[in-house]
């Protein structure tokens, strides 16, 4: 399994429950498998690999939760239509003199969601999260 600092785990309407990893075979499982399932996707979850800290994205109510406390709902409307995640990693590389050598390998997080408003505009809420946990909340 690469060194990841977060997993993700995927919960859909109907029960059912992807995770990044396959439990019995440490495959990891294509995220595309997510996105071809977009449409019952109820709640996207990253969790730390190091540390108790568990990031969900509700899609049914548009809010975030951090270890199971509800803490970004977005304030531009209650009617929010059409619901989309936002999930993608950066990796960042620092390196050496040469730059012959990686220094520093580190995976950045972007987990959220974005909506439109009753007058159809878009809407967004974004973490960013570090592996040590750190987040950085933007819209």
């Known amino acids: 399994m690469p060194n990841f600092s977060f997993t993700w785990i995927a919960n859909f309407r109907d029960g059912s429950i992807l995770s990044q990893f396959d439990p019995i075979t440490g495959q990891e499982i294509r ?9 019952s996707l109820q709640k996207f979850s990253l969790v730390n690999t190091f540390q108790t800290l568990t990031v969900t994205v509700d899609l049914e109510q548009a809010v975030i939760i951090i270890n199971k406390t509800q803490v970004v709902e977005s304030d531009f409307g209650k009617n929010r239509n059409n619901v989309r995640l936002i999930y993608f990693r950066r990796n960042r590389l620092v390196y050496g003199n040469n730059l012959n050598t990686v220094l520093k390998h580190e995976i950045i997080y972007f987990i959220g969601y974005q909506y439109n408003d009753e007058v159809g505009q878009n809407h967004k809420l974004l973490f960013q999260i570090d592996a040590e946990g750190n987040i950085v909340v933007g819209a």
């Open 31 to 39: 995220f595309k498998d997510v996105q071809d399932k977009f449409e």
